[in-house]
């Protein structure tokens, strides 16, 4: 049996613990990843004096790597352009679907209800025009990740 345990408090921030009894492996997994570059190493609590010693150990490791490695960028953050997000806004994009004799645009806010359930709403450029259709699926976005 193989047992993960994810905490998400920051002082458990980048460690997991990893138990797996079938090879006798239990310890604490540092791992963070910073301009692509993947930083990871464990800490088994037979080589660091059991399970709150590799904590801390690991602890210090992690505070470490934190301390001389930049900021994480965040692609999907609010305001800021990719590829994958043109509007600058999580959960709210453009959408151009084309056949042979129309073509529809739209702006579609997206969110999760809850777990495996995904919503959306729809607003028409042709019906609100470009600023408008935007900031409604702004507003909806906002109110559905509220509910």
Same mark, same amino acid.
């Given at each position: ?6 905490? $998400? ?12 009894? %079938? ?18 190493? $464990? ?35 609010? &305001? ?8 600058? %806004? %999580? ?14 645009? $739209? ?21 609100? &025009?470009?600023?408008?259709? $935007? ?13």
């Amino acid at each position: 049996m193989v047992k993960f345990i994810f905490t $998400f408090d920051m002082d458990s921030y980048a460690i997991s613990r990893i138990d797996l009894p %079938v090879i006798r492996s239990h310890g604490w997994q540092v791992r963070l990843r910073r301009q692509g570059r993947q930083f990871s190493k $464990f800490f088994s609590d037979g080589k660091y004096g059991g399970i709150e010693s590799a904590l801390r150990i690991a602890r210090a490791y992690r505070d470490e790597l934190l301390a001389k490695l930049p900021e994480p960028e965040r692609a999907g953050a609010e &305001g800021k352009l990719t590829r994958r997000n043109v509007s600058g %806004v %999580v959960g709210v994009s453009r959408i151009v679907i084309k056949s042979r004799t129309s073509r529809y645009e $739209f702006w579609q806010a997206t969110w999760s209800s809850g777990p495996g359930v995904r919503r959306r709403m729809k607003f028409s450029v042709r019906r609100y &025009g470009e600023e408008r259709a $935007f900031e409604l699926a702004c507003v909806a976005r906002k109110r559905g990740e509220r509910k």
